[in-house]
Nanobody, 117 residues
Framework: QVQVVESGGGLVQPGGSLRLSCAAS????????MGWYRQAPGAQRELVAL???????QFGDSAKGRFTISRDNGKNTMYLEMNNLKPEDTAVYYC???????????WGQGTQVTVSS
C-alpha cells in the first residue's frame, strides 16, 4: 500500500510563486514516475509535469517555461515550483505516483491552488 500526501497549496496573487510538495510512503522499493496533475472546476484532469526515475521530465503545455519539477529520491518526495502564476492556473493539484511502468497510479487527496488578486 502506498500513501501520497500533497502540501503547499494556497492563495497567491497573479505573477506570484508557489511551491507544492508531495510525499510518498508505504511499500515503496522504487518509483517509476512521480507527477503533478490538476483539475479546474468543470474541466478534465490534465498533466502538469512528470519526473521519471531516469531523470527525464515531461511537462504539460500550461507548465512549460513557468514550472519546475524536482525529486528527492532518498525521501520519496517531489516538488513543483510554480512561477508567474496566472488565474487560469487555479485548480486542485494532485500528486500521482507510479511504481512500475504501466502500473496503476496512486493518487493524493489534492491541494487547492487559487490565483487571484
Amino acid at each position: 500500500q502506498v500513501q501520497v500526501v500533497e502540501s503547499g497549496g494556497g492563495l497567491v496573487q497573479p505573477g506570484g510563486s508557489l511551491r507544492l510538495s508531495c510525499a510518498a510512503s508505504g511499500s515503496i522499493r522504487s518509483m517509476y514516475s512521480m507527477g503533478w496533475y490538476r483539475q479546474a472546476p468543470g474541466a478534465q484532469r490534465e498533466l502538469v509535469a512528470l519526473i521519471f526515475n531516469s531523470g527525464s521530465l515531461q511537462f504539460g503545455d500550461s507548465a512549460k517555461g513557468r514550472f519546475t519539477i524536482s525529486r528527492d529520491n532518498g525521501k520519496n518526495t517531489m516538488y513543483l515550483e510554480m512561477n508567474n502564476l496566472k488565474p487560469e492556473d487555479t485548480a486542485v493539484y494532485y500528486c500521482a505516483v507510479r511504481l512500475l511502468n504501466g502500473s496503476p497510479r496512486y493518487w493524493g487527496q489534492g491541494t487547492q491552488v487559487t490565483v487571484s488578486s
